[in-house]
């Protein structure tokens, strides 16, 4: 614990007062701490004045922050003091930090030329998480970064110097907190992306452990936080600070073996093409028919039809015949070839009632008779029998 009876005091007076987690209450006794600090002209030292300010932030004082940021001349790291504030879900000390400050998320480490004293490595300011500088960001979905930990509640161990502190975590601060800022753009296309990869990473870790429901709902404020995220991009047309083409790539990365169905629904909905161009690309995929099958109601056609043809063959191979009759309106998307694999593959494994209403159909095709048409009719009843 440090010898200065000012800093400890100041430490106390903001660690009491995240405890009481007053959203945009000042704590006057922290307030009045952070003026008899500076009026001292203590020589906060770089590891200091990080801890102070992160612990500002996660207290939501706003006044001690920018008292904080006025006196010290330079900060080794702020992200995490904005991870925090968001985490707390301050919005006005995440505003401040972002639009006074220039703080960004994914910042790197800037160390001085001199330095009074011995540092930590970058990692004990990061937490070990992932900045801009990295050559790994976004390689692998699951690696932390600083939005990872927007999303992940106090375990009592963020501090730089002791004592310990923690606050209350509720997910839906944090969101309320950062949809404010992704909401105006403020955040570059990177952060935008990279938070948007945090939500996912979330939802299906809580998806994935589902240990109450608490934290089912909990995924649930990931996903549509995600998914207005990827909604809010699109409305945006290319404009800076809400996220570029790499949204997909992320999508597309978080596909693997045993991805919760939640998250393949989410993606089946906001991004058909994603869902079935990795279809097409992962044939362990292809054998995940009992996820695959109950999201073609939500599937939209791709631009490829080689895409479209991959899903009709996989759902063939696997007999899924209510599932096919679904693609009916997918006629001028899906290829003659393909079918003929479906009809190939479905006679190979006797699948024989699909494989005739595949022909049928196909039939009706060739004949110019629509879809609807045939159903009306009866004749694909007919076909059946």
Request: with cysteine.
């Amino acid at each position: 614990m440090s010898d200065t009876p000012i800093l400890e005091a100041l430490q106390s007076a903001l660690s009491k007062q995240m405890k009481e987690h007053n959203l945009n209450e000042q704590d006057p006794r922290a307030n009045e701490l952070v003026d008899i600090l500076i009026a001292e002209n203590y020589p906060l030292n770089l590891i200091e004045s990080c801890d102070l300010l992160e612990r500002a932030c996660a207290a939501g004082n706003l006044y001690v922050v920018q008292a904080l940021c006025s006196y010290v001349d330079f900060f080794i790291y702020r992200s995490f003091a904005l991870v925090l504030a968001l985490r707390s879900g301050h919005v006005d000390v995440a505003q401040w930090l972002i639009e006074h400050e220039n703080v960004n998320l994914l910042a790197p480490i800037q160390r001085p030329s001199r330095m009074s004293v011995m540092l930590p490595p970058d990692t004990t300011f990061t937490r070990s998480a992932l900045t801009k500088a990295s050559t790994y960001l976004f390689l692998n979905p699951l690696d932390p970064t600083p939005a990872t930990y927007i999303f992940r509640p106090y375990t009592g161990h963020e501090q730089l110097l002791n004592p310990s502190y923690t606050a209350p975590f509720k997910i839906a601060d944090a969101a309320r907190a950062t949809h404010a800022i992704v909401e105006r753009g403020q955040f570059d296309n990177t952060v935008f992306d990279d938070i948007f990869r945090a939500y996912l990473v979330a939802a299906a870790r809580k998806f994935r452990d589902r240990r109450d429901k608490a934290e089912i709902a909990d995924a649930q404020i990931c996903l549509s936080e995600a998914a207005y995220m990827l909604q809010l991009h699109r409305r945006m047309k290319g404009k800076d600070g809400y996220g570029d083409k790499r949204l997909y790539d992320i999508l597309e990365s978080i596909i693997v073996p045993g991805t919760a169905s939640e998250i393949y629904s989410f993606i089946a909905q906001d991004s058909s093409e994603t869902l079935l161009k990795k279809l097409t690309e992962y044939g362990w995929l292809q054998d995940e028919v009992e996820v695959i099958a109950p999201l073609v109601s939500s599937l939209t056609p791709s631009i490829h039809t080689e895409y479209n043809g991959v899903l009709l063959y996989v759902l063939a191979k696997h007999n899924r015949i209510d599932e096919i009759k679904l693609l009916e309106p997918w006629q001028g998307h899906i290829d003659e070839k393909s079918y003929e694999k479906a009809i190939e593959i479905a006679s190979e494994l006797e699948h024989i009632e699909l494989a005739t209403y595949l022909v049928s159909y196909m039939q009706e095709l060739k004949s110019g008779k629509s879809s609807e048409g045939m159903e009306s009719s009866g004749l694909l009843d007919d076909l059946m029998l």
